[in-house]
């Protein structure tokens, strides 16, 4: 099963209305993570903890480290509070995997104009934020890989997308076969 954050209920579509909106401007940092946190509670209770009793696997577009990783980072809230209120949110439910997609913030910014002018759209409000920001939230994730290296795996997106693909493909069966799950080619 398939999920993104902020959403994937119709709460955390709302929620991500709000978190999105570039007349938010204003939005302070306390009130964001507990907007994501709200979000992601609504997302745990109502789809993730359904499909993992159901033996289903979860992929999450975003999810706690995300978190970290914007709000602590990119926006200087405090860290301790942000894993509080999210362990509180998900029951400290975590994943088994984690792949952070990385890459050069202006290389990033630089493919989403392409893709928003393509699809006749404009930037959000988080990413309409300064090259700094970025810079920092980039940093954030790197720094929970650094600490959870067991869990967290960075994959150089700056490369061709077969060869991104196939190392992301290595990162899931090595998980699958540590969990003792069969992986057939």
Excluded: W
């Excluded at 995300?66 to 602590?72: E, G």
């Amino acid at each position: 099963m398939c999920t993104r954050e902020p959403g994937g209920t119709p709460t955390g579509d709302r929620i991500r209305e709000i978190l999105l909106d570039k007349e938010n401007h204003n939005l302070c940092g306390k009130a964001e993570v507990l907007l994501y946190a709200a979000a992601r509670a609504q997302l745990v209770e109502e789809v993730v903890k359904p499909a993992l009793e159901r033996g289903l696997m979860v992929i999450s577009d975003r999810y706690i480290d995300s978190s970290i990783a914007y709000q602590a980072f990119g926006q200087g809230e405090n860290p301790d509070f942000i894993r509080k209120v999210n362990e509180e949110a998900t029951g400290s439910l975590y994943p088994d995997l984690t792949l952070v997609l990385d890459l050069d913030p202006e290389e990033g910014l630089s493919r989403l104009k392409e893709r928003l002018a393509r699809m006749k759209t404009d930037q959000d409000r988080i990413e309409s934020k300064k090259i700094e920001y970025h810079h920092r939230v980039r940093q954030g994730y790197l720094f929970v890989a650094r600490l959870q290296e067991e869990r967290v795996k960075v994959i150089k997106a700056g490369r061709e997308e077969e060869i991104i693909h196939q190392e992301i493909i290595g990162q899931v069966e090595d998980l699958l076969t540590k969990k003792g799950l069969v992986v057939e080619g």
